[in-house]
């Protein structure tokens, strides 16, 4: 089983270090842009049998313009969401660092992954979610699987496949938008290719890298 995963084109939250959670931010110029060029990369380069988007509107917006490209049904599920900042949606990355330092990984590290925002969810509970859906997506037959997804999802899931602690998951990653994963399952995962965003056409997605403090909290 062959499983791709996307993270969203850019929004003006990404672009201004703005912290998005569940907000229901829009792509921005650039973001449809992307979109549209990695749904042309997908299209040339893989045979879908069916497409998993957040339900979140920045990755419906994505999984829209790939569709463009991609023959295959898409369905929405809510545990590809990324986390539910509650009460600090919406602050910058700076603000959660310089104001909230129970939040930062870098500081807190286990204690972090485990801190509740008022109204939100811990990273704990944002991977438990994002593996239940990894699972579910595994549950199919011998396909090949587009998911559309956010940063964090992509970093837990990642951190997942090499065995990393949450801490490690979201600090040693990045993801641009657009960023593409290839994950290969038969029985055990591996990992075939990360943050792909150079392609064939000799160009290149360029995309909002999050700081370690943006990753600690969900872009």
């Not at 879908?48 to 419906?60: A, E, I």
């Not at 699972?135 to 992509?154: F, K, W």
């Amino acid at each position: 089983m062959r499983v791709v995963v996307v993270r969203h084109g850019e929004t003006d939250w990404n672009l201004n270090g703005r912290m998005q959670g569940h907000a229901p931010v829009p792509l921005n110029e650039t973001g449809r842009q992307q979109a549209d060029r990695v749904g042309r990369y997908l299209g040339r380069e893989y045979a879908f049998d069916r497409v998993v988007s957040s339900d979140l509107l920045r990755t419906q917006q994505t999984a829209e313009a790939i569709r463009e490209y991609v023959d295959a049904p898409v369905s929405l599920d809510s545990a590809w969401r990324e986390r539910d900042l509650g009460v600090y949606q919406g602050l910058s990355y700076g603000d959660i660092h310089e104001r909230f330092p129970e939040f930062a990984l870098g500081e807190a590290a286990v204690e972090a992954a485990s801190e509740v925002p008022e109204g939100g969810e811990s990273l704990l509970d944002v991977r438990e979610r994002v593996l239940d859906g990894w699972n579910a997506v595994l549950g199919g037959d011998e396909e090949t699987v587009l998911v559309v997804t956010h940063g964090g999802p992509i970093y837990l899931l990642l951190g997942h496949v090499k065995d990393l602690d949450v801490q490690a998951a979201l600090l040693e990653h990045s993801q641009s938008n657009c960023g593409v994963n290839e994950f290969h399952h038969d029985g055990t995962t591996r990992l075939v290719c990360e943050n792909v965003t150079e392609w064939d056409d000799g160009g290149a997605i360029e995309g909002a890298f999050g700081s370690a403090d943006g990753r600690a909290a969900g872009e």
